[in-house]
């Protein structure tokens, strides 16, 4: 089992930058493929960006791809999620999770693939 933490959120005007880190306890944090997604207010959870094991591939949604880099460090256990150009349309509650079962090489997109999730933390974005 992993215990997961996000922190980093907060307020940006468009156009701005947010750095989000997931710190991670528990079980060999490398064992997991890392995601972030994001919920808006009466939207479903969707899928932001995903990390390999080993950090050696990525994948992200087409709405943050060029904008968003996911990262991992996993001698510090950690993953990050560096946000630029962010626009009204990120503002949402973003999770970090953990899949186990996860491919490497696919890196699921569907959120019921990964067991294990943080508390959320909150990206609002002004314009």
């Known amino acids: 089992q992993v215990q997961l933490e996000e922190s980093g959120g907060g307020l940006v005007q468009a156009g701005g930058s947010l750095r989000l880190s997931c710190a991670a306890s528990?079980?060999?944090?490398?064992?997991?493929?890392m995601g972030w997604f994001r919920q808006a207010p009466g939207k479903e959870r969707e899928f932001v960006a995903a990390?390999?094991?080993?950090?050696?591939?990525?994948r992200y949604a087409d709405s943050v791809k060029g904008r968003f880099t996911i990262s991992r460090d996993n001698a510090k256990n950690t993953v990050h999620l560096q946000m630029h150009s962010l626009n009204a349309e990120d503002t949402a509650v973003y999770y970090c999770?953990?899949?186990?079962?996860?491919?490497?090489?696919?890196?699921?997109?569907?959120?019921?693939?990964?067991?294990?999730w943080g508390q959320g933390t909150q990206v609002t974005v002004s314009s």
């Open positions: 528990g079980r060999t944090f490398s064992s997991y493929v």
């Open positions: 999770a953990a899949g186990e079962y996860v491919s490497s090489w696919s890196l699921s997109s569907y959120w019921y693939h990964y067991a294990y």
């Open positions: 990390i390999s094991r080993s950090g050696d591939n990525t």
